[in-house]
Structure formats: structure tokens, C-alpha cells
């Protein structure tokens, strides 16, 4: 079992910062990819960021430029740095791994951008 701990949400102003971690445990031998999606209230959840195993990234077109995902596979530890940060980004962030074609899900933390 693998289990994933998000952190980092907050209230912050637009144009500000953000700097969202997730530490994964359990029982990890091999990722096919991690990431992070988000839900905002009423809209459906969408991807922001991956990362595959080989290093490979991907953007949601809205936040390339100004997202930058990246890994520690020491600590199994994937980073959302969020830059230049707008209202439509206010979302519940949920980090994602897949691993020997199992998807796992952290609970989430909230980004609130305010005007």
C-alpha cells in the first residue's frame, strides 16, 4: 500500500507563491509517473503537472510558464512550485502516483488565490 501526504496550501494573493510538496510511503519499488491535479468547486478534476519515471514532464497549457513540477527520489518526494499565482488557480491540489499500473491519491490541500 502506498499512501501520499500533500502539504503547502494556504491562502495567498494574486501574483504570489506557492510551494506544494507530497511525500509518498509504503510500499514504492518502481513509479511510472506522479503529478498533480486539481479540482476547483463545481468543475472537474484536471491535470496540472506529471512527471514520468524517465523524467519526462507535462503541463496543463494555463499554467506552463509559471508551474514548475519536480522529484526528489531520495525523499519520494514530488514539488509544485507556483509562481505568478491568478484567482483561477484557487483549487483543491491532489497529488498522484502511479506504480505498477495502481493510481494513488493524496487528500488533498486547498490553494486559494485571492484578487
Known amino acids: 500500500q502506498v499512501q501520499l501526504v500533500e502539504s503547502g496550501g494556504g491562502l495567498v494573493q494574486a501574483g504570489g507563491s506557492v510551494r506544494l510538496s507530497c511525500v509518498a510511503s509504503?510500499?514504492?519499488?518502481?513509479?511510472?509517473?506522479s503529478g498533480w491535479y486539481r479540482q476547483a468547486p463545481g468543475k472537474q478534476r484536471e491535470l496540472v503537472a506529471t512527471?514520468?519515471?524517465?523524467?519526462?514532464?507535462n503541463y496543463q497549457n494555463s499554467v506552463k510558464g509559471r508551474f514548475t513540477i519536480s522529484r526528489d527520489n531520495a525523499k519520494n518526494t514530488v514539488y509544485l512550485q507556483m509562481n505568478s499565482l491568478k484567482p483561477e488557480d484557487t483549487a483543491v491540489y491532489y497529488c498522484?502516483?502511479?506504480?505498477?499500473?495502481?493510481?494513488?491519491w493524496g487528500k488533498g490541500t486547498l490553494v486559494t488565490v485571492s484578487s
Open positions: 509504503g510500499s514504492i519499488f518502481g513509479i511510472d509517473a
Open positions: 512527471i514520468s519515471g524517465g523524467g519526462r514532464i
Open positions: 498522484h502516483l502511479l506504480t505498477y499500473g495502481v493510481n494513488y
